[in-house]
């Protein structure tokens, strides 16, 4: 069965330093991956999505992510982070490698930003 | 101007009683869904629908009923709230299946099962 890996449950990170957030997925074939941004108290918002081609992709606010393949991973980067960026960040992968649009979900990421 | 919306954003009921979440899009998208929240699990699809009057089964759908009448509605029912279903509820929608269409969040509820 597909599955999303968030090793890491919490991180903290001061503003201005750089970002990485960690996901691994499980899937045969080429997966669709999306990294979601959960403000407090709102719903879920679109940072980026993969589904072929270049493997680095960039998204809003200015994050980006990268496909590797060999590792099976898709991690979430932001060279310079800012207070306004704490939130819980979920990875996301398609089901069934796109037939629909059910999609699986990582555990999450919570991210604490220090002045 | 809404997009999607859910009601009640907090709710707090009793075990056994009936509780309906709802959720509302003013986009005429084909796709909708219910996932919940919860520590450590992330969120877990319940039910989804591809059109008014169809509906299917996602990860966790025990305990849960929807029903899609109208393109724009798409409530949830907990016909015995359980405990195990306090959770926070997420409704969201898509303009179509398939990998490309790009789901839309609703702002959840919190719904807490004494």
């Known amino acids: 069965a597909q599955s999303v890996t968030q090793p890491d449950i919490h991180i903290t990170v001061s503003e201005g330093a750089s970002l990485e957030l960690r996901c691994n997925y499980s899937?045969?074939?080429?997966?669709?991956l999306f990294w979601y941004v959960q403000s407090p108290g709102q719903g879920l918002q679109l940072l980026l999505k993969?589904?072929?081609?270049?493997?680095l992709v960039q998204g809003i606010k200015g994050f980006e992510a990268e496909f590797k393949r060999s590792q099976s991973s898709f991690n979430l980067r932001k060279p310079s982070v800012h207070w306004s960026d704490a939130a819980e960040y979920f990875c996301?992968?398609?089901?069934?490698?796109?037939?629909?649009?059910?999609?699986?979900f990582g555990t999450g990421t919570l991210l604490a930003v220090q002045p | 101007d809404a997009g999607i919306t859910q009601s009640p954003r907090y709710k707090i009921t009793e075990t056994g009683r009936q509780v309906t979440l709802m959720c509302h899009q003013t986009?005429?998208?084909?796709?909708m869904f219910w996932y919940r929240q919860d520590l450590g699990h992330g969120l877990r699809l319940i039910y989804y629908?591809?059109?008014?009057?169809?509906?299917d089964k996602g990860e966790v759908p025990d305990g849960y009923v929807v029903s899609r009448s109208k393109t724009e509605n798409f409530p949830l029912t907990l016909e015995s709230a359980t405990r195990s279903q306090t959770s926070v509820y997420f409704c969201?929608?898509?303009?179509?299946?398939?990998?490309?269409?790009?789901?839309?969040f609703g702002p959840g509820t919190r719904l807490t099962v004494l």
């Open positions: 899937y045969g074939a080429t997966p669709y």
């Open positions: 629908s591809a059109a008014a009057d169809i509906t």
């Open positions: 986009w005429s998208h084909s796709y």
């Open positions: 969201a929608s898509s303009v179509a299946g398939g990998p490309f269409n790009e789901q839309f």
């Open positions: 993969y589904f072929s081609g270049d493997t």
């Open positions: 996301a992968v398609v089901e069934g490698g796109g037939a629909t649009n059910k999609l699986i």
